[in-house]
């Protein structure tokens, strides 16, 4: 369930970069240890409205519903070069032991 949802997860960050930021370049990074999955999605696209940069912004409906599944929290951030920062943290499970 857990390795699912964090397809998924993913899988949503990139149709919202696909649909709205207009990015040319995407990174992704998956840390996991015995005890934290952390799933971090950033692009170079036009960022969310703001007049202040790298401050935390209420992340999509759909991406804060995903994290709830998966028991974890979602984090979107402005980067200061431009673009959008975005970090799943959720506990592992017993699937990684």
Same mark, same amino acid.
């Given at each position: 369930?857990?390795? #699912?949802? /964090?397809? =998924?997860?993913?899988?949503?960050? %990139?149709?919202? /970069? #696909? @649909? !709205?930021?207009?990015?040319? !370049? /995407? ?6 240890? +015995?005890? &934290?999955? /952390? =799933?971090?999605?950033?692009?170079? *696209?036009?960022?969310? +409205?703001?007049? &202040?940069?790298? #401050?935390?912004? #209420?992340? +999509? &409906?759909? %991406? %804060?519903? @995903?994290?709830? =599944? =998966? !028991? ?6 402005? @980067? +200061?070069? *431009?673009?959008?920062?975005i970090t ?10």
């Amino acid at each position: 369930k857990t390795q #699912i949802g /964090v397809a =998924l997860f993913f899988k949503e960050c %990139l149709a919202n /970069v #696909i @649909r !709205h930021s207009g990015a040319t !370049h /995407v990174t992704a990074n998956l840390d996991a240890t +015995p005890t &934290e999955l /952390v =799933l971090t999605v950033t692009d170079n *696209g036009k960022g969310l +409205p703001s007049k &202040e940069s790298g #401050i935390a912004r #209420i992340s +999509p &409906e759909s %991406l %804060l519903r @995903r994290a709830r =599944l =998966l !028991h974890g929290t979602v984090v979107t951030t402005d @980067r +200061p070069e *431009g673009g959008t920062r975005i970090t799943l943290r959720t506990k592992t499970k017993s699937w990684w032991r």
